[in-house]
């Protein structure tokens, strides 16, 4: 049974909710404020390892109270924090989100940390090995981003780049991933680039996945149950990993993921009992 590494972003998600999102300029109310656990990396390392994996994390965090906290929380899901890098005098990565009484978001996003990794985080790749899975997704730097992917194909890793949130990657990268996990729009740009992928699984929600034009049913959740598909997505990539990792097939990953998935919308936050 292979490894899970997960190299990417580390989040303080701070929320509140207002009646209304305010116009230029104006100020308004929020109501409660909550310190919940976020960003995309961490959030499929604690989805990897619920399915079973051996996950390690990588990325960065600040001196600060909440780096402290997420590292601890991570430790305490199984997942090894030693690649974890404490990131003296920088904040950790925050996302101000602000929800109205219809639901909609507003997000501002302060990379901090997840901005700062670099050539430590690559080099940590080098532990992995054939029959172990890098996970990638799209918020922390790109350079890094693909460094690592071409360094762990280097070294016999199967490489899953989940292109989230969506930006151009050079056509190598994308080829050499089995597969680049993508929404129905991050697949429209994909598509607009050239670059050609690996393999291409593309998720569309309540619809299921088609993994290389192989379409699969989602698992069924009553829309009574649907609490909040923030997370969805993470939990259905790190889900994935895991069972890519164990030595699953197409099919039984992408049914484990697509488990995964159904049961992430049962729940509030990006990670189930997500407050820091």
């Known amino acids: 049974m292979g490894r899970v590494m997960v190299l990417g972003s580390l989040n303080v998600d701070l929320v509140t909710r207002v009646e209304r999102h305010p116009r230029p300029g104006e100020t308004l109310l929020g109501e409660g404020l909550e310190q919940l656990a976020g960003g995309k990396g961490a959030n499929q390392a604690i989805a990897a390892a619920a399915a079973g994996a051996d996950v390690v994390m990588v990325g960065c965090v600040g001196g600060d109270a909440g780096g402290?906290?997420?590292?601890?929380?991570?430790?305490?899901?199984?997942?090894?924090?030693?690649?974890?890098?404490?990131?003296?005098?920088?904040?950790?990565?925050?996302?101000?989100?602000?929800?109205?009484?219809?639901?909609?978001?507003?997000?501002?996003?302060?990379?901090?940390?997840?901005?700062?990794?670099?050539?430590?985080?690559?080099?940590?790749?080098?532990?992995?090995?054939?029959?172990?899975?890098?996970?990638?997704q799209l918020e922390v730097p790109l350079p890094v981003v693909c460094a690592a992917a071409r360094r762990a194909a280097h070294r016999g890793a199967r490489v899953v780049v989940n292109t989230a949130p969506y930006a151009a990657l050079p056509h190598d990268v994308v080829a050499l991933a089995d597969p680049v996990v993508a929404n129905e729009h991050e697949m429209v740009a994909l598509a607009e680039s050239g670059a050609v992928p690996g393999s291409l699984l593309v998720t569309f929600g309540a619809n299921g996945a088609s993994w290389d034009?192989?379409?699969?049913?989602?698992?069924?959740?009553?829309?009574?149950?649907?609490?909040?598909?923030t997370g969805a997505g993470d939990a259905f990539c790190g889900a994935l990993a895991a069972a890519l990792a164990a030595g699953a097939d197409r099919a039984e990953a992408l049914d484990r993921a697509l488990a995964a998935g159904a049961v992430a919308v049962r729940h509030a936050g990006a990670q189930r009992d997500p407050a820091l």
């Open 68 to 136: 402290a906290a997420y590292v601890t929380r991570l430790r305490d899901a199984g997942v090894d924090v030693s690649r974890l890098r404490v990131v003296e005098g920088e904040a950790s990565g925050h996302a101000l989100i602000a929800v109205d009484d219809r639901g909609e978001n507003t997000i501002v996003v302060i990379p901090g940390a997840n901005a700062r990794l670099g050539d430590t985080e690559v080099d940590a790749v080098d532990a992995l090995g054939p029959g172990d899975v890098l996970l990638l």
């Open 213 to 229: 034009g192989e379409t699969v049913p989602a698992h069924e959740v009553d829309p009574a149950d649907v609490v909040d598909t």
